[in-house]
């Protein structure tokens, strides 16, 4: 489904992401695991095209979409939950999740709120409260509930754990291979590794903004470079 190839983003002369090569197959979970600074961030936003890259390309669907305008490519089915949420603080959950769905007409949208509010109860009792008055997994939950309102054939998830306490945690990837099981194709990155790799099928390593490993995700979790570096063992 999203097919990227030789990708290399830089911010002046510093190079975030060196000519990176990978896939997502439809349906799939994958993880993209890497210390701070490795380039995640940076490759989740070239492919929704917030950030330009400076060569490679992407393609989803088979359509290539590295020089198409952002907005576009929500069009076109990807959704990026963002690193810290990105909520809009004055408006009320509801409207924040009536946003998520503003390529769409908007009058069609019941369904989609009823599934959200599945998955995030919280959400339906918070309707009419300003999301900057949230805490930090209800706002989460709202950024993820956002992005799903687009119907994405997609969703990229840049640390969706980030802050949050454990039993947030828990909540919000009970979602996230809630959302998968129902077809959802997705992209993760994740600070805790090896949670990452225990929700994804596939994993690819991002050090200095190359990838140096990638394999089945439940190899990783066994390999003794993966386990030292990134899981703590």
């Known amino acids: 489904m999203l097919e990227v190839t030789g990708l290399h983003v830089a911010y002046g002369g510093i190079q975030a992401v060196r000519s990176i090569t990978f896939h997502v197959n439809e349906g799939e979970t994958v993880a993209l695991i890497g210390a701070n600074g490795a380039g995640k961030s940076s490759t989740l936003k070239a492919i929704a095209r917030v950030i330009d890259s400076v060569g490679g390309d992407v393609h989803f669907c088979r359509e290539k979409i590295s020089r198409i305008a952002p907005h576009d490519v929500i069009r076109k089915g990807i959704a990026l939950v963002p690193e810290g949420r990105g909520v809009f603080p004055r408006l009320s959950v509801f409207e924040n ?18 599934a959200v509010y599945g998955y995030f109860p919280r959400l339906k009792e918070r309707e009419g409260q300003l999301a900057g008055t949230l805490s930090g997994g209800e706002q989460q939950m709202l950024a993820i509930g956002r992005a799903l309102m687009s119907r994405p ?65 439940a190899a990783m979790l066994d390999d003794p470079k993966v386990r030292a570096a990134y899981l703590g063992e």
């Open 97 to 114: 999740l009536r946003m998520g769905a503003y390529a769409r007409d908007v009058s069609d949208i019941d369904d989609d709120l009823k």
């Open 153 to 217: 054939k997609m969703l990229l998830l840049d640390e969706p754990s980030m802050g949050l306490a454990p039993i947030m945690v828990q909540k919000i990837f009970e979602v996230i291979r809630a959302v998968a099981a129902s077809g959802m194709t997705t992209l993760l990155i994740e600070q805790n590794a090896k949670l990452a790799l225990q929700t994804s099928q596939r994993g690819y390593v991002l050090e200095s903004g190359e990838i140096t490993l990638h394999g089945e995700a």
